[in-house]
């Protein structure tokens, strides 16, 4: 009897630790957003609008036009040669969250890490905040790395990253866009 137990409990604890193994190394079940060297100029000139835009206008950017940019800010990021390597960067505009899919390589092995949030204004900075996490599929308690994560995203060091021009007063995501409101 005792041996069965044993013999139970292991194959309990192999799969317990096994299955979270399996799940990080999935895709997440994003689609694939295509980027292109006019959706990088149609983000440019749509910041311009933005910097020269009256009260009460609205600039919407889509997610591809986020992705372009992204991309050619980002260049060709297989030159590196370390061990772990970022690939990719995309963001998805679901419902009313950014959700961002990070990509990197892993001693030859893709990891894909997932991180949901919403985006506010405060202080004429886009300040983020976490509220879905995963590695795969594999969902990462949010309580546990979200404070983590906002502190390092709306930190000092990013500030200059995340300024707004002095005329935006809201920022919200709609129907798959991301929306500037001016005052």
């Known amino acids: 009897m005792r041996k069965k137990a044993?013999?139970?409990?292991?194959?309990?604890?192999?799969?317990?630790?096994t299955l979270p193994l399996i799940l990080i190394?999935?895709?997440?079940?994003?689609?694939?957003?295509a980027s292109t060297p006019e959706g990088a100029k149609s983000f440019d000139e749509k910041m311009d609008?933005?910097?020269e835009?009256?009260?009460?206008?609205?600039?919407?950017?889509t997610e591809a036009e986020l992705n372009s940019k992204i991309q050619?800010?980002?260049g060709d990021l297989s030159a590196t040669g370390a061990p772990v390597a970022l690939k990719s960067l995309t963001v998805h505009l679901v419902g009313h969250e950014l959700q961002g899919v990070i990509r990197a390589d892993a001693v030859g092995v893709s990891l894909?890490?997932?991180?949901?949030g919403t985006f506010g204004e405060n202080a004429h900075r886009l300040v983020f905040n976490p509220t879905k996490m995963a590695l795969g599929r594999l969902p990462v308690p949010a309580p546990l790395v979200g404070p983590l994560l906002r502190d390092r995203l709306n930190g000092p060091d990013m500030q200059s990253l995340?300024?707004?021009p002095d005329?935006?007063?809201?920022?919200?995501?709609e129907n798959h866009e991301l929306i500037f409101e001016t005052e």
């Open 53 to 61: 835009s009256g009260p009460g206008r609205e600039v919407r950017f």
């Open 167 to 173: 005329n935006v007063r809201n920022v919200r995501i």
């Open 49 to 51: 609008q933005l910097n």
């Open 162 to 164: 995340f300024e707004l």
């Open 112 to 116: 894909y890490l997932l991180i949901g």
């Open 25 to 33: 190394f999935f895709k997440p079940s994003l689609p694939d957003v």
């Open 6 to 17: 044993f013999r139970i409990a292991f194959w309990a604890l192999v799969v317990v630790t």
């Open 72 to 74: 050619e800010s980002l």
